[in-house]
């Protein structure tokens, strides 16, 4: 079965679908892994072959060659090889060489002096001839065993065709020594068509080619297994972090909710309060506050989930400078209660293209930030304005509080609060609404090195146009000197009538 088609097979079986278009891991590593194996078992079974076939042939001619010498050694014939004709030598040597040319298989038999003469061969005709371009006689003559293998015919293989043409044959060059085995005396040259040991070595290769296929078959199949069962491990895996980051997500966006409208409940409560020590006609506008600070949560929450569902802002031109003022108003009596002074530059300025709701929520982040940071009082200005170059827009919060740690100064990390009651949202959730109105949030020191200063630069919508600002004064809200709440000092406001 072709393995295109058989990685679908295993995907199925496993539980898992192959990606389409992508990246397919069990398939490519199928594809590898077994080129891989292929390569690896040929290659081995290669060597072990040629290693299995010259170990033989190898084996096979030293046995022949302690044989020859042995028979030197107990007739002593050193003599021939440097007088063919002394009669003590010749006689035994001729004799022998007689009968190993009859030996099974052997199908010539030569004799070389050292100078590489034929002193005797069982073809006459080859007596006296010398064969200058004998390579593996002139290695021989060096002291060196030399054996090749093949089929006849071969040049030197004078006469043999007829008789044994298409068969495989070994020809060895076995060296002789002198009594004392420092000078090579001779050479003989045999000449076989050992068709048992050939047939001792096919079956050996046949073994190893057997066994290097099982072991790649087992191998790949090990292989194939371990990785399928990794995939399903991985698809497992991956199914419980996709089950773990929706739960986070639905973590996320609780606390989200939760963090948002904690400060408009504030007011709402504080709005309450006052409500129930007022007059009837005065206790009318706490319920307007209430009023306006029910419709600000429900904008948040609605705002907030269609962020979760990954749903585009309603993105317009707006003035951020009633946004500023809305939120000095809603968190008025908050910073009153700490004794925060709260103030705010908000002139004409270019409109921004920004989501109303989620601006205004990413700056009412920072105020409360800013307020909870001065449990003991302070100062907390807010103010709004222009570039030189008229592109941007700054919205900036200050605050004279202790400053933010590290990780807060960064930009925030998620769920990372040094208030105790803090959900870790505040910064990360300002920072998002900022950059998806395509604006840039800054976080650092106040004025002199003393509290936060908080910066949101967003750029100038397209085709707006606003008064050049120069030196515009500062409007402090009502009541906001001397620690009292924006408002206070408003006739018509809870907070004044309160006090």
């Known amino acids: 079965m072709p393995i295109a088609r058989l990685i679908p097979g295993l995907s199925r079986l496993s539980g898992t679908e ?17 080129a891989c ?43 021939y090889f440097s007088d063919p ?15 190993v040319s009859q030996m099974p298989g052997v199908v010539r038999a030569n004799v070389f002096d050292a100078r590489g003469v034929v002193l005797w061969s069982s073809t006459p005709d080859m007596i006296g001839r010398r064969f200058a371009d004998n390579e593996d006689l002139g290695k021989a003559l060096a002291g060196h065993i030399e054996i090749e293998s093949g089929v006849v015919p071969k040049s030197e293989h004078v006469g043999l065709e007829a008789e044994s043409g298409g068969r ?24 076989r068509l050992p068709d048992a040991l050939f047939r001792a070595i096919d079956e050996g290769v046949r073994l190893v080619w ?41 973590g996320a966006v609780a606390s989200a909710v939760a963090h948002g409208i904690r400060n408009p409940l ?45 749903e585009a802002m309603a993105m317009s031109a707006i003035d951020p400078g009633p946004l500023l003022e809305e939120a000095a ?16 530059d908000a002139p004409v300025l270019p409109a921004v293209r920004a989501d109303a709701g989620a601006l205004g929520q990413a700056i009412d982040n920072l105020v409360a930030n800013a307020i ?7 100062t907390l200005h807010l103010a709004a304005s222009v570039a030189h170059d008229g592109r941007t827009v700054a919205v900036s919060v200050a605050d004279t509080g202790p400053g933010l740690p590290a990780p807060a100064a960064e930009g925030g990390r998620l769920f990372f609060s040094t208030k105790p009651r803090g959900t870790g949202l505040g910064l990360v959730l300002t920072r998002r609404i900022v950059e998806h109105s395509g604006g840039v949030l800054s976080l650092g020191r106040g004025p002199g090195g003393i509290g936060t200063l908080a910066v949101i630069r967003l750029p100038v919508a397209p085709g707006a146009r606003g008064r050049e600002l120069t030196g515009a004064p500062e409007r402090e809200l009502p009541g906001a000197r001397n620690g009292e709440a924006p408002g206070a000092g408003d006739p018509k406001s809870p907070q004044a009538r309160a006090a």
Request: with cysteine; proline share 3%; net charge negative.
């Open 18 to 34: 192959t990606p389409r278009g992508g990246f397919d891991m069990l398939r490519w590593f199928a594809v590898l892994s077994l």
């Open 37 to 79: 194996v292929v390569i690896s078992g040929v290659g081995t079974a290669t060597f072990l072959t040629r290693f299995l076939t010259e170990h033989m042939l190898h084996r096979d001619a030293e046995v022949a060659k302690d044989f020859i010498a042995s028979i030197i050694r107990a007739e002593r014939t050193w003599a």
């Open 85 to 99: 004709n002394a009669a003590d030598a010749r006689a035994p040597m001729e004799s022998f060489f007689n009968h």
């Open 168 to 191: 495989r044959f070994t020809e060895t060059y076995i060296p002789l020594w002198d009594e004392t085995r420092r000078n090579v005396i001779g050479v003989v040259e045999i000449y």
């Open 210 to 250: 057997i066994s290097a296929g099982l072991s790649a078959v087992l191998l790949y199949g090990a292989l194939l297994w371990i990785a399928v069962q990794a995939r399903c491990a991985m698809a497992r895996q991956q199914a419980r972090i996709v089950e773990s980051e929706a739960l986070a997500a639905v």
């Open 266 to 310: 504030a007011s709402i409560r504080s709005s309450a309060e006052l409500a129930m020590v007022e007059e009837p006609d005065a206790a009318r506008d706490c319920m307007l506050d209430i009023q306006r600070e029910a419709d600000r949560v429900d904008r948040w929450v609605r705002d907030l989930l269609l962020q979760a569902k990954g």
């Open 329 to 344: 108003r809603a968190f008025g009596p908050a910073a009153q209660r700490q004794g925060v002074a709260l103030s705010v």
């Open 372 to 378: 909870e940071a001065m449990p003991e009082g302070g």
